[in-house]
């Protein structure tokens, strides 16, 4: 089955503890985004990714970090969480940029 | 820098009562304009991508069009399960960051 799994699902985590929410599709898709999610505020991209060793800040980069060291994952990195990153997370590919985009089920992450 | 309006923010339907959704967009150079549907606690589910004005798609009760400034998505005879947010997002110029809209979130009643 064509899915982009994310882990955690949910995580409740404390200020200044580094974390990593994983991503990985099994599409082969070269393109590849993270996204928060806001009430009233929408989808904003954090980070998007064209290829492997290819990345490139989005709208809300600040805070984040990305690495794509292989074609199918594309973790996002938060070395120094804060309460304003707290939010839904939903990590996305698709087959080219501009392209129809496939989301992961989120990842629902609470900053104390 | 590119804009998306969805309106309106919220729509309560009976069901098999059909209406529209619509969503205004500015972008230099139109590159796509995407439909996703989103269920509560669950990433968006892709619909339709728009490339030119004129354009007309069709999947079950829905059809989307665009013109040069907005696009729709009509809902005929609407049923309970199509209850969702509907997002609209465009891309354009030479950027690979897509502008989403903030949704309408429909509620068909039975």
């Known amino acids: 089955e064509a899915q982009v799994t994310q882990n955690p699902r949910y995580l409740i985590t404390v200020t200044g503890k580094k974390l990593t929410v994983t991503c990985s599709q099994n599409?082969?898709?070269?393109?590849m985004s993270w996204y928060r999610q806001d009430p009233g505020l929408g989808l904003r991209q954090i980070y998007y990714s064209m290829n492997v060793e290819v990345t490139d800040k989005g709208d809300v980069p600040e805070g984040y970090k990305v690495s794509r060291k292989e074609k199918r994952n594309f973790p996002l990195i938060l070395e120094s969480p804060s309460p304003n990153q707290t939010s839904l997370y939903f990590c996305?590919?698709?087959?080219?940029?501009?392209?129809?985009?496939?989301f992961g089920p989120g990842t629902r992450l609470t900053v104390t | 820098e590119d804009q998306v309006t969805q309106s309106p923010e919220a729509l309560r339907l009976q069901e098999g009562e059909s209406s529209s959704l619509n969503c205004s967009y500015t972008v230099s150079g139109l590159r796509g304009l995407f439909w996703y549907r989103q269920d509560p606690g669950k990433g968006p589910e892709f619909l339709f991508t728009l490339y030119s004005a004129g354009e007309e798609k069709e999947k079950e009760r829905l059809k989307a069009t665009l013109t040069k400034k907005e696009s729709f998505l009509h809902i005929t005879a609407p049923k309970p399960e199509d209850s969702a947010t509907y997002l609209c997002a465009v891309g354009g110029g030479g950027s690979y960051i897509p502008t989403f809209g903030r949704g309408t979130s429909l509620i068909v009643h039975p």
């Open positions: 996305a590919s698709s087959l080219r940029p501009m392209g129809e985009q496939y």
């Open positions: 599409m082969n898709h070269e393109y």
